[in-house]
C-alpha cells in the first residue's frame, strides 16, 4: 500500500477509535455532568496543543513541508492553545464571559483544524513531511475534531443560566 494510502487509513481509523470512545465512554459520563464540569477535560485535553509549533521546528518536519501549511497550523494551534486555557480560567473562576470564551475557543480550534486540512490538500503536503509529527494527523486531530464536536454539542444543549456567576465556591 502506499504512503498516501496508509496516511488517510490511518486517519480514518484515528476517527473511528475516538468516535466509539466518544459514545460508549465520553458522552455517557459528560451528560451526567454539569456543563462547566463537563468542558474542562475537554479543555484541558486542547490546552496541550502548543505541540503543533513542531510543525515549525526543522528537523522534526522535513524541511520540504510547506511554510504554506506549517506556519498557520503551527501558530493556529497555540492560539487554539491559549484560548483552552482561558477559557478554561474562565470556567474555573466562573467568570461572565466563561461561555463566550468556550465559544470563541472551539469555533477558532474548529477553524484551525479545516483550514490545516485544506492547506495540506492546496499544498500538497506528503504524508513523509510530517517526520515525527505523522501521530499529529494521524491520532492527535481525530481526538480533536471529535472533542470540538463534543464541546459543540454541550454548549448547544445547555442552559445559560447552568454557568453562574460568582465571586466564591470553586470546584
Do not use: C
Not at 451528560?31 to 496543543?49: G, I
Not at 477558532?108 to 492547506?119: H, K, N, V
Request: aromatic share 14%; proline share 7%; net charge positive.
Amino acid at each position: 500500500m502506499d504512503p498516501g494510502s496508509l496516511f488517510y487509513l490511518s486517519v480514518i481509523l484515528g476517527f473511528v477509535g475516538f468516535g466509539l470512545i466518544t459514545r460508549w465512554y465520553l458522552m455517557p459520563a459528560l451528560s451526567a455532568l454539569p456543563l462547566e464540569r463537563s468542558l474542562r477535560p475537554l479543555l484541558l485535553l486542547h490546552s496541550f496543543r502548543f505541540i503543533g509549533l513542531a510543525f515549525a521546528v526543522p528537523g522534526v518536519v522535513s524541511p520540504d513541508l510547506p511554510s504554506s501549511f506549517a506556519n498557520p497550523a503551527a501558530y493556529g494551534d497555540l492560539l487554539a492553545a491559549l484560548l483552552a486555557l482561558v477559557s478554561l480560567a474562565a470556567l474555573r473562576f466562573r467568570w461572565a464571559l466563561a461561555l463566550p470564551l468556550v465559544w470563541l475557543f472551539n469555533l477558532e480550534g474548529t477553524l484551525d483544524l479545516l483550514y490545516a486540512f485544506f492547506q495540506g490538500f492546496r499544498s500538497q503536503v506528503h504524508p513523509g513531511y510530517f517526520g515525527a509529527m505523522y501521530f499529529v494527523p494521524t491520532v492527535v486531530v481525530p481526538a480533536l475534531i471529535t472533542t470540538h464536536v463534543i464541546i459543540f454539542r454541550l454548549l448547544l444543549q445547555s442552559k445559560k443560566s447552568e454557568i453562574i456567576r460568582t465571586s466564591s465556591g470553586h470546584q
